[in-house]
């Protein structure tokens, strides 16, 4: 049987108009008749027309967060979500963000076929605005949305946003300065042949972390060896590999994210070699209790600003706002920067 808002006027013996006030919110509902309505919203089960509230002028409560990723990535949720640790992490964190001031959020994956439902939920005013996180730079859909509609936080996206857009907000991790400090730190404990591989180029933090490792490595007089990872634990196994089999001399590993670290250390493992140190990039919760140190992003902070620059109308906005990054090399430190807080 459907319910609507007909047989809840009923029972809490008032008007539909009464609630539907209810229902959005107004203020000019005395308290005992507000009462009445929530009690028998909650004993029939209705559920209000979401879309009947936009049109009504209500707010939406609903924040969208958008993941770059292919197909592939899709599946190694399905399959295996370790492997994409960095955004459950992250949707973890914003989804506490959002139930703190009683908003809903809404996790999908996109490739570039998927942009027009990005479209759609802004058009229906589904989503009071998004958070994108992953995309690669001058994404040409990316940049359409961006144009198009507002607001909307992205993540590592652009150093120097130039979108007329006053409701586009960037928030970006300090990972030059998080890969510059954790090459650093390996030639500090004396290494030499540090071998770093490389993120995607595509993307704003896999240009800036390999920056950072090159700034370190030059400025110490020490020689680049880069190799491009592309984010992906194949190549980064493939790599490690290829360096083994060649017997190329290194001394130090620094990836541009955890899971790549991982790949190469359990190859390394297997191999028998357990006195090279490897610095990977993200904090995931296996790095410390697997002997692998990490450059840990304020992900708390991340997440909260961004949902607060969607919803919090008040207050003054930054355009560009960065995110500290720490290196994590012991399980003092590890704990201290724990997400589960």
Known sequence: M????????????????????VVNNYSNVPPETKERVLK????????????????????????????????????RILDNGLTFGYYLDFINRVLKESLKLEYQLLVDVVNDDGFYKIESL???????????IGFKEEDKNLKKLVER????VLIDYTL????????AYYINTEDFLGAFNAT??????????????????????????ERGYLEAVVSFGIAPI????KYSNEIATEIIKNLIDQKVHFDGIFCANDNMSYCVNHYLKEKGIDDIPIIGFDNLRNTIPL??????????NLARKAVELLVNENRKKIKVTNVKTTLIKDLEEYIKESYLD
Request: aromatic content about 6%; overall charge positive.
């Open 149 to 152: 509609f507002s607001p909307m």
């Open 184 to 209: 650093k730190h390996l030639i500090e404990i004396g290494k030499r042949k540090i071998v770093h591989i490389s993120g995607d180029r595509d993307k704003l933090s896999g240009k800036e972390r």
């Open 160 to 167: 120097n946003p130039k979108c007329s857009n006053e409701e």
């Open 122 to 132: 802004y058009s229906n005013r589904s989503i009071v605005g998004g958070i994108f």
């Open 40 to 75: 028998a919203i909650k004993e029939l089960g209705y559920i209000p027309n979401s879309s009947a509230q936009v049109l009504a002028g209500k707010k939406s409560k609903t924040i969208g967060l958008f993941i770059y990723g292919d197909n592939s990535d899709k599946n």
């Open 2 to 21: 459907k319910i609507d808002s007909t047989k809840v006027a009923q029972l809490a013996g008032v008007s539909r108009s009464t609630v539907s006030r």
């Open 291 to 300: 002997g692998i140190m990490s450059v840990a992003p304020d992900i708390n």
């Open 226 to 229: 880069i190799y491009n990872g």
